[in-house]
Every structure is written in C-alpha cells, then in structure tokens.
C-alpha cells in the first residue's frame, strides 16, 4: 500500500494537483502493481517564501496544458480546415505518416493528397489515451470516420487511429491508420 507524498510551492489550481496526483497513482500502480484503490497519494504545499532552490526563492512555474487538449485543438482546427490555427500547434520539424506510408512534413500537402481521396471527412471520437516519458508525451485518439468519397456517396462507421507524439506542448508528429482503403467503392 504505496504512500506518496508530494511537495509543491502554493499556487498551482486544483485541477493542475488533481491531474499530477491522478498521474503519480497510475505510475505507481504500473511500476509496482498496485491497485489504484490502495495508493495513496497526499499534495503537501509550501508558501514561495518557505522555498529556495539555488539560494533564490522560487515561485511556481505555469503548468502545461493537457497533451489531449493540445490534440484535441489541432484536431478541431483541421477539421475546420483552419490550417494557421492548426499549424500554431506544431513544431518546426513536424512530420506526419497516412495510410500507404504517405509522409507530409506541410499541412497543406496533407489537405492536397486527402482531396485525390474524398470530398470530406469528420472524425468522431470514442477516445483519447496519453502516456507520458519524461517531456515528451504520447496521445492516441481513435473513433470513426464520416464523410462523402469523391463522387459524392456518404461513407460512415470507418475505424481510426492516431498517433501523436508530443515535446512539452508541440506536436512533433502524427501517424494515422483507418480503414478507408478496405471501405472505398470500387
């Protein structure tokens, strides 16, 4: 029954130590087998002036954003073919694989290649994971695709996965499988 206690400098929201706490309990739980009902985890705050690192008083630095929301926007914006918005999203070494190994490294060869394939497309989502490893976050999303082929005729219930692979609050890639090949018409 793992005990853990944490100790931050005051001033971070609750939902920033909700999230830290969620996250220390699901590594516990992966790296010693513990259910999660039997960690423990307790938040313990200090005041900045009761807190020197470096013989300087510190104060707390701004959390990041979620990785799934940092996702979740990109999303909506190239969704809404908004690709300066989704662009804000990226590093400058972004890259992206889809179906057939087709690699973009520019959101507007994306949107180029995806018009020899249908007219449009709309994800929905059946879910999000995140994993995390030091910095450097990973999300996957997965769902179903609708939309209209080429000639017009609607395709919906089309399976989807994506894989995007995160530097603080930077996407640095995507890597994306469905099922539209095995669902086009002939």
């Known amino acids: 029954m793992p005990l853990i206690e944490c100790t931050l400098i005051k001033g971070y929201d609750?939902?920033?130590?909700?999230?830290?706490a969620e996250r220390v309990t699901d590594a516990a739980c992966s790296s010693i087998g513990a259910a999660s009902d039997f960690v423990t985890v307790t938040i313990k705050e200090v005041d900045p002036d009761n807190y020197m690192r470096g013989r300087t008083s510190r104060v707390p630095a701004s959390?990041?954003?979620?990785?799934?929301?940092i996702v979740r926007g990109f999303l909506a914006a190239m969704e809404a073919r908004d690709l300066d918005a989704a662009k804000a999203h990226l590093?400058?070494?972004f890259t992206m694989t889809f179906p057939g190994n087709a690699r973009f490294k520019e959101l507007g060869e994306l949107v180029a290649w995806a018009r020899q394939r249908y007219q449009s497309v709309k994800k929905s989502y059946e879910g999000f994971d995140t994993a995390f490893h030091g910095t450097r976050s990973t999300v996957f999303c997965f769902g179903t695709l609708s939309g209209s082929w080429l000639d017009g005729t609607g395709f919906s219930g089309i399976r989807f996965l994506d894989r995007f692979e995160l530097e603080g609050e930077t996407i640095v890639s995507q890597m994306v499988w469905n099922d539209m090949a095995e669902m086009k018409p002939a």
């Open 63 to 69: 959390a990041p954003r979620p990785a799934e929301e």
């Open 91 to 93: 590093a400058d070494n």
């Open 14 to 20: 609750a939902e920033v130590r909700k999230r830290l």
